[in-house]
């Protein structure tokens, strides 16, 4: 992918026109070596991983929500990953439920952050709905519906930069209402992390319950532009997830764009895989460049 020296930059509270984040360019995503997503119940996971998880959620469409039994439940699309991809059955979370088209944190009690190609404009942001806690904590858990509790709505754009050419990628949105149990995550807000360093990524690929995904490294990350590179296992669905250090839990970055998620393998389709330190890695705005945006905790 060739990246462009300049590109139309754009800082605003909405916009005339309305972009589905299936056609931004934040669709892409790979496997580098082994794949390290996990599912919330899973024994590798850290008691540091699983409590910033609590501070991350799925965006999905509003008018996908339905009225389910039980008292102030909500249904959610049940469509399966391997269904809606087209994969192979040998796929992981083949049989898993995928609602979501996005990912997104939470950085204030009612300020939240994703991607600037998952919220475009003042439309974007009325139809779409957040849901917090949507991922296995035990293995075989029913998520066919969610608490009205753990579900917010996006009620204005704070601030949004979408720069394709570099990366700068970020939506800062105010929420329906404070959230209730979960706490704001701290963000780097000056320097930056180092090459080789670990980074751990945690959100919705492709639309899935929670994963968290740790085992990855930053490639590169030049003081002169406002993205790094890491080798990340993302998808498409992982656009607005926060990265974090895997050792300290800070959030690095928000994931925006990358490889190719899905290749043909006969009548089917497989995750495209890489090596650690093969194709062209994957790209995360750095938080240093939304945190202005953000009042520090």
Same mark, same amino acid.
């Given at each position: ?10 800082? *605003?509270?909405? +916009?005339?026109? @309305?972009?589905?984040?299936? #056609? ?8 580098? %070596?082994? !794949? ?50 087209? *994969?192979?059955? +040998?796929?992981? @979370?083949?049989?898993?439920? #995928? ?8 950085? %204030?009690? !009612? ?187």
């Amino acid at each position: 992918m060739q990246y462009l020296s300049k590109f139309g930059r754009i800082v *605003l509270a909405a +916009s005339a026109a @309305f972009t589905l984040a299936s #056609t931004a360019f934040g669709n892409d995503r790979v496997i580098y %070596g082994s !794949d390290d997503r996990r599912d919330l119940f899973e024994s590798s996971n850290t008691a540091l991983h699983l409590e910033l998880a609590r501070s991350t959620a799925m965006i999905l469409h509003k008018a996908d929500l339905t009225r389910a039994p039980g008292r102030n439940r909500l249904g959610v699309p049940t469509g399966t990953f391997g269904d809606l991809q087209q *994969l192979c059955s +040998s796929e992981p @979370f083949f049989d898993q439920p #995928t609602p979501g088209f996005c990912s997104g944190f939470l950085v %204030g009690e !009612d300020l939240f952050v994703t991607a600037g190609h998952c919220i475009t404009d003042a439309e974007s942001c009325s139809s779409a709905a957040l849901v917090f806690g949507f991922g296995y904590e035990t293995q075989g858990q029913d998520l066919d519906s969610v608490s009205g509790d753990d579900v917010y709505h996006c009620s204005s754009i704070v601030a949004r930069v979408q720069n394709p050419g570099l990366a700068e990628d970020f939506a800062v949105i105010k929420l329906d209402r404070a959230v209730v149990g979960r706490e704001p995550l701290k963000l780097r807000r000056r320097g930056s992390i180092a090459v080789g360093d670990g980074v751990t990524v945690i959100g919705h690929p492709s639309g899935l319950p929670t994963k968290i995904t740790s085992g990855g490294k930053v490639r590169s990350n030049s003081v002169e532009l406002p993205y790094f590179v890491a080798n990340t296992d993302t998808y498409g669905g992982n656009s607005g997830s926060a990265v974090f250090n895997t050792t300290t839990g800070e959030v690095e970055g928000i994931l925006v764009r990358g490889e190719t998620d899905f290749v043909a393998h006969g009548d089917c389709q497989i995750s495209y895989k890489c090596t650690e330190s093969n194709c062209r890695g994957e790209d995360i705005t750095k938080a240093s460049i939304f945190a202005a945006h953000v009042p520090a905790l």
